[in-house]
């Protein structure tokens, strides 16, 4: 099946540092979207692509479809940044359906 | 802001009983959905509907049903309830105009199969 290759699967920061989540795609995908899992379990939509670059304040996501593989930057990290976040790929010509990675655990450490 | 909201938010069921788990949505969205998140499986698609009436099976259908009866409710039914069927379940929904859309997802059920 589609498979979404998540890395690293885990990863902590000092606050005020800054680094990078990928996905890896097996497949052609359509849009990726990248969630935040925070410490009540809520899963929150940080950003829906469907090519390019998007930057909401702190965070940035690229994804690249030809290349088969999306990013999401963190930088300048606090506290609240910690949690899991995952990546979801819905794949080109499928009906729409999500297939999620295994996550990343960010921990950000004062 | 997308609102999903699901309910119960925990539920302890035993073996054998039937188990209803309820998802409301208030943004009109068409598409919605009902994963299960389990430690070492990430979320995982049960259930999705395109819209009133209509239901499809994801990648773990077996052992569960759905329903959607009206665009802002969807239910996710297990007639038999087995303790693998312990876990956290998420609804959610899309705005979508081509493909899912945007996924709005709702606070969580956590049901525990005794």
């Known amino acids: 099946g589609d498979q979404v290759e998540q890395s690293p699967s885990a990863l902590s920061l000092h606050e005020g540092t800054g680094s990078a989540l990928r996905c890896n795609f097996t497949t052609t995908m359509r849009a990726v979207q990248w969630f935040q899992q925070n410490s009540r379990g809520s899963l929150i939509n940080l950003f829906y692509l469907a090519s390019g670059t998007k930057e909401n304040g702190r965070l940035k996501s690229t994804f690249n479809s030809k290349e088969s593989y999306s990013t999401l930057h963190i930088r300048d990290a606090q506290l609240e940044d910690s949690g899991t976040y995952f990546c979801?790929?819905?794949?080109?010509?499928?009906?729409?359906?999500?297939?999620f990675g295994q996550g990343t655990v960010l921990s950000v450490i004062p | 802001e997308a609102a999903v909201t699901q309910s119960p938010r925990n539920k302890v069921a035993v073996t054998g009983g039937k188990v209803t788990l309820s998802c409301n949505q208030t943004?009109?969205?068409?598409?919605m959905y009902w994963y299960r998140q389990d430690t070492g499986h990430g979320l995982r698609l049960i259930h999705y509907?395109?819209?009133?009436?209509?239901?499809e099976k994801g990648d773990i259908p077996d052992g569960y049903k759905a329903s959607r009866p009206s665009q802002e409710n969807f239910s996710l039914i297990l007639e038999l309830a087995t303790p693998s069927q312990t876990s956290v379940y998420f609804c959610a929904s899309g705005d979508a105009g081509m493909g899912t859309g945007q996924l709005y997802f709702g606070e969580g059920s956590k049901l525990t199969v005794l």
């Open positions: 943004n009109n969205h068409n598409n």
């Open positions: 979801a790929a819905e794949r080109t010509g499928g009906n729409n359906k999500l297939t």
């Open positions: 509907s395109y819209g009133a009436g209509s239901t």
